[in-house]
């Protein structure tokens, strides 16, 4: 991975993530980075490069910037007479390993640089991400639920996001806990399996989730992943149920779009812990099939020798 400098001012650091993550069509409440002659953008934001089929730095390049005296691109400084008024910014990125990865992210500013919001992405933020990838490695049939959520999710609509990847854990529940049932020692193995199969004909989801949660390896349940998935069902559900409802919702749009973000990172982290048993048991196998191979080589050439 090619690292972003660490020596970023916060400033840059947040419009960075901004950029990377933020819904479209909501405002940016953080500093927008800027000198006397206007924006002063950063050098790299961290992004997924679909042709190198990883996240990596990008750096503004392409017609945008131009290198300032200060190393950092910047924008043409405005003619003194004309105010900085509000206006729509295009701001390109370009990955620096293959230098063919490209963003272009649309940004429209207030006058005197107090306000911005994302009015657009190519790709759009909902495509092709490292999550998206892990996810159709696991769980294909779910593609289009999660590009769904994604969708909502990066356009502010926390609670349709919420429904989306409700329906999608109630769908996928069983072939997560079986992935993650497949990684386990066979003791626990065959524990599990009776309870599982009644469970799954019950449809009861929220106790899908509790064996999962419980099934989960003893280091990850110390921090803090303890009950955490039952509480994610919870939340998704109460949000959906409160939806309904117009007045007195507990929570803003935004909060929920952020709920929203919080319950597909723990799908991924659970994609993520499977992806890595799943690889860790290959490399075992693996090396016992390696080991073996010698072994049995040196056994043939002692006996024919
Ligand atoms: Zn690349």
Known sequence: ????????????????????????????????????????????????????????????????????????????????????????????????????????????????????????????????????????????????????????????????????????????????LERLVSIMPDEDRATLGPTVKSLVKQKKVSDLLKIVQDSLPLHLKKRGVENALVEMYEIMSSNIHAGIATENLPVTEMERTEEAKAIRNMLVFLLTVISTGQEEIEAFEDGVKRLRKIREKHVASRGSA
């Open 1 to 176: 991975m090619t690292d972003i400098p660490s020596d970023i001012s916060d400033e840059h650091r947040e419009f960075s993530e901004f950029l990377r993550s933020h819904p479209l069509h909501t405002l940016f409440t953080g500093q927008i980075p800027s000198t006397k002659w206007g924006l002063y953008l950063p050098i790299y934001v961290h992004l997924f490069c679909s042709r190198c089929s990883r996240e990596t730095a990008f750096q503004t390049g392409g017609g945008l910037a131009r290198q300032s005296s200060g190393g950092g691109p910047a924008l043409e400084p405005p003619p003194a007479s004309v105010a900085f008024r509000e206006r729509t910014q295009q701001i390109e990125y370009e990955c620096v390993t293959c230098r063919g990865g490209k963003y272009v992210f649309y940004v429209h500013f207030t006058e005197g640089l107090k306000e911005c919001q994302k009015i657009g992405q190519s790709p759009p933020p909902w495509e092709d991400t490292r999550d998206e990838r892990l996810l159709v490695k696991f769980l294909p049939r779910q593609k289009d639920l999660w590009r769904r959520g994604r969708y909502c999710e990066m356009s502010g609509l926390g609670l349709a996001a919420n429904a989306y990847y409700r329906h999608l854990l109630e769908d996928s529940a069983l072939e997560i």
